[in-house]
């Protein structure tokens, strides 16, 4: 396979839009994840609430409400699992064919050049997607072993073996919400993607606003703001 028209269709600008967006990807990633001190991020508030969630569990009853819970955060899984599938299958058929849409591209002067420069950026694209299909059926299995464990949980709170059961069904719970988070953080970053289609320049713009994006709801929203109000 010839690679020339291929080295001549990407610039010096277009290895820095993508070094840019994977560094931002993984760095906002990490920043949620590790916070700065006395500045949590929702993912992190979040995660003490699901360990209070699960201690509360072992006194409610009936628990029907916890699995009803449960059921709603592996329903939302499912769904977006679905979606990328879905996405996954749509960008290997552009790939397969990319004849129309590269003549639209040079039609509106969108700057790809080539067929198979065309397929690399949307093969970008198709990473992120994956990745995301990836989190989300781990974070659907992780939920699966939650709930398996919150059924192992005693009724009898002498029980000693029920708090400490709680305490892993809501670590695994934990675990199961950062995946499902990771894979949210690769949708954001699969739409800015996108924007490589329209030029170096685009995918620059669509990994800044991606990050900023999740920087404020993780770190400026008003469900944070709530979150961090007292409860007494």
Known sequence: ???????????????????????????????????????????????????DWLRE??????????ATILGNLRQGTTFFASACMLSIGG??????NPEQ?????EDLQLG????????VKIVL????????FLKFVW???LFGYSSVVMGAIPNDVADPTTYPRAAKAAEINITAAKSFNRGMRSIYFALGAIGWLVGAWGLMLGAVVSA?????????????????????
């Open 212 to 232: 900023a994006v999740i920087w404020r709801r993780e770190f400026w929203s008003h469900s944070r703001a709530v979150l961090m109000q007292p409860d007494v």
């Open 1 to 51: 396979m010839d690679l020339m028209p291929l080295l001549v269709s990407f610039t010096a600008a277009d290895a820095v839009a993508v070094a840019l967006v994977i560094v931002l990807w993984a760095l906002i990633g990490w920043v949620v994840e590790h916070p700065p001190a006395g500045k949590p991020s929702v993912s992190v508030l979040m995660a003490d609430y699901r360990r």
């Open 139 to 141: 974070a659907h299995r």
């Open 91 to 96: 960008g290997l058929a552009v790939i397969g």
């Open 112 to 119: 790809t050049t080539t067929t198979l420069a065309f397929e």
């Open 125 to 132: 694209i198709l990473f992120f997607v994956a990745n995301a």
């Open 57 to 66: 569990h072992v006194t409610r009853q009936p628990r029907i409400f916890d």
């Open 101 to 105: 849409l590269t003549m639209l591209a």
